[in-house]
């Protein structure tokens, strides 16, 4: 049974011409001039690096072992390095998934990923960091694992413009489409990367209780159907929807813890914030204000 390779290129390659093997001619029989003996007793003497023949003592050939023993001996170290940068590439995204808390499904589809890369010469050229990183924000999207550009630029201190353009790289030769994976949501976004799926992870790092988590994710969900701080990036509404549940159930978090958490701007949380802030009555259920759990004095004006 054939087994379908992982990552197929988006287009079939065209199929390569048969190069010509070079190899030595065994036609050619290699006897003494002096001798002539059919069967001759060539001996190779490595100090010199010659061929005499050992009936007469006459040098046959000049150093040619010696240039065929370099000769192997640097295809033998080619061949290492490629394994060495391997295995490399290999414990480096070990290492980094092991950091990120990342399952070990998403650490062996990224070494998948880049071993075809790798196959494929798609990235020669490029930092083997931005490869790596390239390949673990992919698998972090197959996986529906929400992990942003941002936390993988910090992660392995590469660049945005160069992770950027490795993943674009990568996008197009394996046809890793935005959402090939995952469902789309009704406003276009990718829902392994949604404010809410981010919301887990940063109420977790902030010690919010879970209800906070719970009420925080229905304001989003009525934000997104009134159109609310439509067009921002998913981290930055989650960020600035932490800000304002916080307040509005009187478990006032300050902008800049949520900024160090979410790894956005603290003028950019409170964007948010005042953007939910006019549409407060549409956000907020009647039911938790008439349970006593959110008052909507308690929210700041922020200016």
């Given at each position: 049974m054939a087994f379908a390779q992982p990552f197929p290129l988006a287009a079939a390659a065209a199929q390569k011409i048969q190069q010509p093997a070079f190899g030595p001619d065994l036609a050619v029989r290699l006897i003494c001039p002096e001798c002539r003996d059919p069967n001759p007793n060539i001996v190779e003497e490595f100090g010199s690096g010659d061929l005499v023949c050992g009936s007469c003592g006459l040098v046959l050939g000049d150093r040619i072992p010696i240039v065929c023993f370099i000769v192997a001996i640097t295809l033998h170290l080619s061949f290492s390095r490629s394994e060495r940068n391997l295995?490399?590439?290999?414990?480096?995204?070990?290492?980094?998934?092991?950091?990120?808390?990342?399952?070990?499904?998403?650490?062996?589809?990224?070494?998948?990923?880049?071993?075809?890369?790798d196959e494929e010469k798609l990235l020669r050229g490029k930092p083997l960091?931005?490869?790596?990183?390239?390949?673990i924000f992919i698998a972090c999207r197959q996986a529906h694992v929400p992990r942003t550009f941002r936390e993988i630029c910090n992660l392995t201190h590469v660049s945005k413009k160069t992770l950027g353009q490795c993943y674009k790289a990568l996008e197009q030769a394996f046809n890793l489409s935005p959402g090939a994976t995952a469902q789309v949501n009704a406003n276009g976004s990718n829902p392994s990367t949604g404010p809410e799926n981010l919301l887990v992870r940063y109420c977790n790092h902030l010690d919010l209780?879970?209800?906070?988590?719970?009420?925080?994710?229905?304001?989003?969900?009525?934000?997104?159907?009134?159109?609310v701080a439509d067009g921002r990036s998913p981290v930055s509404i989650a960020g600035g929807a932490i800000y304002f549940t916080c307040h509005l159930l009187g478990k006032p978090k300050s902008s800049r813890d949520i900024s160090v958490v979410a790894g956005v701007s603290e003028g950019t949380i409170k964007l948010v914030y005042r953007l939910y802030y006019l549409e407060k009555e549409?956000?907020?259920?009647d039911e938790w204000i008439k349970e006593g759990r959110a008052d909507l004095d308690r929210l700041p004006v922020e200016r």
């Open positions: 295995l490399t590439a290999f414990r480096d995204i070990g290492s980094w998934c092991d950091q990120f808390s990342l399952p070990k499904t998403i650490s062996d589809i990224a070494k998948q990923l880049y071993k075809r890369s960091e931005a490869v790596i990183a390239a390949c209780p879970a209800n906070v988590q719970s009420i925080c994710g229905d304001i989003i969900v009525a934000a997104r159907q009134h159109g549409k956000l907020v259920k």
